[in-house]
């Protein structure tokens, strides 16, 4: 792919360095990959942990300028509420999911409207419940389930099948069936599966799938799962911090329609409405990390570009507790040299790459760090050495359509009761 770098120095030029470029061109581009890469019928929901910039989510609920079905938003704070929310989308098209959800956030939430929660155990359910009774309104849940004795894909990261804060144990669902189906201000309405990652592999994302949909039917056969709505996870795959290009699954999207036509033949009729979720297959793409380099400095017969962003703007908690395993390359680098890139931090953990190869650079010179259009800014140490955050910068058809830089601000702390009395006004004000 060519990428016009003198645009990148422009921009950072005009900017300032650190600066992250989103391309909402490309976000189209994820959007419709995804899209395409399942059945017509199968909603599509957008994990604003991977980038809750509201411009980038609101591209993805415009449906890629009507080539694609809209993103719904699938978030887990009041933050990413908050962001789906100035993005466009309703309350109603927010799926709410965590396995730590407090009472404050949950009256937020609920408060602003929020319908759907994926649970993770009883007592997170009887937290909604309670929740939800305090602003007298019923909560629809999913019951996220924790499977048993699936074979692992080959591939990616697995969530489930082990030990885990997340999911209900599904062997504990014979016995717990009918204290969840009877909490007050809750609905059982369905199950949330997100077994794996960033599979890479199309055979090893179908057999997971597979699993899934062969799961949720069991235990709706068995101990009476509802399944009106049934989230069958991801695991789309897409290249972090490194050139490349997101997986191809030319098959999924057929042998999705077999598995399903097979266990649940009444799906095309929406029983049950289907979803999957994406973070970096929809949004890694579009992202640009710019950089300055700032020194180049040898010691001891090692070279060190250092750079003006470092784990403070390149986090690389590329999603699902991974750390970044510090080999980023650069965009259209010529390999005249390997040399360690790291960051400005005081910590020798403030590394993006040891033995990188690299162009002949200087300080002044401006390198570009693809596919960070997920998990960048928002998987960063934002707040380590107080450094600013860096300039995140929309891009449309060439032209930049906003640039706006987040702010961590300290302010007088409200005492616990107040903030909780202000998220019940809100809530009571909501309804
Ligand atoms: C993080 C997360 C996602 C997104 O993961 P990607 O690998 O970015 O697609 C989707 N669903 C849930 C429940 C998650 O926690």
């Known amino acids: 792919m060519n990428r016009p770098t003198d645009r990148y120095r422009e921009l950072a030029a005009r900017y300032g360095t650190p ?48 080539g694609a079905r809209p993103c719904r938003a699938e ?22 999911t965590g396995p730590g959800k407090t009472a404050s956030e949950l009256e937020y939430a609920i408060g602003r409207g929020v ?11 009887q937290h909604v419940g309670a929740a939800a009774l305090r602003l007298g309104a019923v909560a629809r849940c999913l ?41 007050p201000g809750t609905e059982v309405v369905g199950a949330h599966f997100f077994t794996m990652s960033n599979a890479v592999d199309e055979a090893g994302l179908v057999g997971e799938f597979e699993r899934t949909v062969i799961s949720a039917v069991q235990l709706a056969e068995e101990v009476g799962l509802p399944l009106e709505l049934l989230d069958i996870g991801g695991g789309f795959s897409s290249p972090y911090a490194v050139p490349g290009e997101r997986a191809e699954y030319p098959k999924l999207a057929s042998e999705l329609e077999r598995i399903l036509d097979l266990h649940l033949p009444e799906w ?8 999957v979720e994406s973070g970096r297959y ?44 510090a080999a980023v390359q650069l965009d259209g680098a010529e390999p ?45 140490l934002l707040g380590f050495l107080s450094r600013p955050a860096p300039v995140e910068v929309l891009v449309r058809g060439g032209e930049v359509v906003s640039a706006t830089r987040l702010e961590l601000v300290r302010t007088a702390a409200a005492e616990a009761a107040q903030a909780a009395q202000a998220a019940g006004a809100a809530g009571a004000a909501a309804r």
């Open 19 to 66: 600066l992250y470029v989103y391309d909402l061109d490309l976000v189209d581009e994820g959007h419709r990959a995804l899209a395409d890469a399942v059945p017509e019928g199968i909603e599509l929901y957008y994990a604003f942990k991977a980038n809750p910039h509201p411009g980038v989510a609101r591209a993805l609920r415009e449906g890629a300028g009507g």
């Open 75 to 96: 978030i887990s704070s009041p933050g990413e509420l908050d962001s789906a929310l100035a993005a466009g989308y309703t309350a109603a098209e927010c799926l709410y």
């Open 115 to 125: 319908r759907i929660f994926s649970v993770e155990s009883y007592t997170d359910l």
């Open 143 to 183: 019951l996220r389930v924790n499977s048993a004795g699936t074979k692992a894909a080959t591939t990616g990261i697995r969530m489930m099948g082990k030990p885990s804060q997340f999911g209900i144990d599904s062997e504990t669902l014979p016995e717990l069936m009918p204290l969840l189906t009877s909490v």
């Open 268 to 275: 095309r009729a929406g029983t049950p409405r289907l979803a």
């Open 282 to 325: 929809l949004v890694g793409g579009s992202g640009f990390l710019v950089s300055g380099v700032v020194n180049v400095k040898d010691s001891r017969g090692n070279r060190f570009v250092i750079l003006d962003a470092g784990i403070n703007t390149l986090g690389g908690l590329s999603g699902l507790g991974r750390l970044l395993p």
């Open 336 to 380: 005249e040299q390997r040399a360690s890139l790291v960051g400005p931090l005081c910590t020798p953990g403030d590394s993006l790459g040891r033995d990188v190869q690299l162009p002949e650079l200087a300080p002044g010179d401006v390198v570009v760090v693809p596919n960070v259009g997920a998990y960048g800014v928002s998987a960063s």
